[in-house]
């Protein structure tokens, strides 16, 4: 054999050997499809070593995953394989707590991915993640502000009162937070995947930059409070196109901007498709008329149309 021959074969088996380094599928690292086997311990096992590797892809194969909170790192893509599902556990003990001050105060937990400080990650795939919000709620029952909370409204001691409405929402003890959390995150893709049942914000972006949102779906529990779909605050560079939310809680229709905050609220009956929210600047207004959603910004008008079923 010539040397020529000699080097090709050579490249071919150092290519080879490479993209198979840079996959780490779950299984391998001690993970268990069922409905009994907690494997939040082998993902975040999977992902720490692709990371620390240098980057690579996380491969969820097909099949159902139970998992409490999972960490997103740099430079990973986590691939949700056809037919595969990240499932949330039903233990709040299998959720972290959320630092003291992150975004909020008092005691929080984290949901299925978190993700701080990072950088080139991704989340795509034909999967499904599933965060069992409804498990988590008290059924037949409605939250309701406490006798001191109501004095500062309008109705007083009648706002919300005993009485029971079909559109909740639900009373909790405790709760895993949103689906998905990322802040101070740069070079976000999460593409292609169904988010279902979050028992929070489903998809939650903080002060991160360059981050594009496509062909997703999310599908929410109504009675669930604030199970809305995707909020994103202090961030710039945020695309989210060709994505269907559906059942989402509180204001039909409405896509609200807040000092430069992008938030996309919810849709009723029928799904909202957003075709495009792009939002490098901070002057922008978001207005809702006749189930049409306009993001009015310095650089134009774009359009969200109502999806008809």
Known sequence: MDKRKKCIILLILLISAFSKAQNFNIVDFGAVSGTKVINTAAINKAISNCSNSGGGR?????????????????????????????????????????????????????????GNDIKNISITGNGIINGRGTSFMIQNTRFAPSVEERQFTRQKEDYRDN????????????????????????????????FIDSPKWTIRLGGSEHVKISDVTIKNNLLIPNSDGIHVTSSSYVNVSNSTLENLVENSGVLKSENGQILIKSSAAKSLVASTINSPSQKKKLISQNGVIKLVSNTGTLKAKKHKN
């Not at 159902?64 to 790192?73: P, V």
């Not at 079909?166 to 003890?173: A, S, V």
């Open 58 to 114: 996380v491969v969820i194969p097909a099949g159902e995953f139970l998992t409490g909170t999972i960490y997103l790192k740099s430079n990973v893509n986590l691939h949700l394989e056809q037919g595969a599902k990240l499932i949330g556990s039903l233990n709040i003990n299998d959720y972290d707590l959320m630092p003291e001050g992150y975004y909020y105060s008092g005691k929080n937990y984290m949901g299925i991915l978190f």
């Open 163 to 194: 009485k029971s409405l079909e559109d909740g929402p639900l009373k909790f003890n405790e709760r895993p937070g949103h689906i998905l959390t990322v802040s101070n995150a740069e070079n976000v893709s999460i593409k292609g995947i169904e």
